[in-house]
């Protein structure tokens, strides 16, 4: 990871649907994790889901966040289903 | 303190632990959640968990942070297996020890409520013919819920 990306990892089923553990993505001023949602799941396909009806959590740098979080370089953002532990 | 592992773990001396830790203490409850043979599906044959290292353990350690500012908690030990477990296998304990019982029983169903569906554990059920992410319940956010 260089200094101007952030990366985007991804848990259980939705890991699992979009084939895909990280990304690293390109950071820009006053990018939000909303935006950045929004952004995947303009790739079509399973990528559409995190937009659709189905719930998505989301955490930046390992604490719990909001769609209206900004995003850094050097983050670390996460999107996972609702979780199901105990 | 909190540990995530793999390995199978003793309540018996996690209890003694407890119990060893101080004089203060006047009541320990303990929680140990197993491994059953139906949740979403009716013919599971085990499990599958995982979690998200690193932020996992935040997260729990912060739900400890808040049950021993709302109740007088002397020492909290909170165990949660991930990997592949098998029917009856022990998946989570939650232990507390304090001066008394109803702060004792409401710290331990708190952390173990909360746990459910704040800490970034996902369970996976496996079946002899598939095998299937678990669904968070509606009920587990209900009781969760109605600590605020």
């Not at chain 1, 001023?29 to 303009?42: K, R, V």
């Not at chain 2, 632990?17 to 009716?42: E, M, P, Y």
Request: glycine share 8%; proline share 3%.
């Amino acid at each position: 990871m260089t200094a101007d990306t952030f990366t985007v990892r991804f848990f259980a089923r939705l890991r699992e649907e979009l084939d895909t553990e990280k990304l690293t993505l390109p950071a820009e001023p006053g990018l939000t994790t909303g935006a950045i949602l929004a952004s995947l799941a303009e790739r079509g396909g399973a990528w559409g889901q995190l937009q659709g009806k189905q719930p998505v959590m989301i955490a930046v740098n390992q604490a719990m966040a909001k769609l209206s979080t900004e995003v850094r370089a050097g983050d670390e953002v996460a999107f996972f289903p609702p979780v199901t532990g105990g | 303190m909190i540990s995530i592992q793999t390995e199978d773990f003793d309540p018996a001396a996690e209890y003694q632990r407890l119990r060893d830790s101080g004089a203060g203490t006047g009541a320990i409850a303990t929680f140990t959640g197993l491994v059953r043979d139906s949740g979403d599906l009716s013919d599971v044959q085990g499990l599958y968990l995982e979690h998200y290292p690193g932020m996992t353990e935040q997260v729990i350690e912060g739900l400890v942070a808040e049950a021993s500012s709302r109740w007088d908690v002397r020492q909290a030990r909170v165990i949660h297996r991930v990997g592949r477990l098998a029917l009856q296998d022990q998946i989570v304990f939650v232990g507390v020890c304090s001066a008394h019982r109803s702060d004792a029983f409401a710290a331990c169903q708190f952390l173990m409520d909360a746990l459910k569906t704040s800490a970034p554990f996902w369970k996976k059920e496996i079946t002899a013919s598939g095998e299937h992410w678990v669904e968070q319940k509606d009920s587990d956010v209900a009781r969760s819920d109605a600590w605020q």
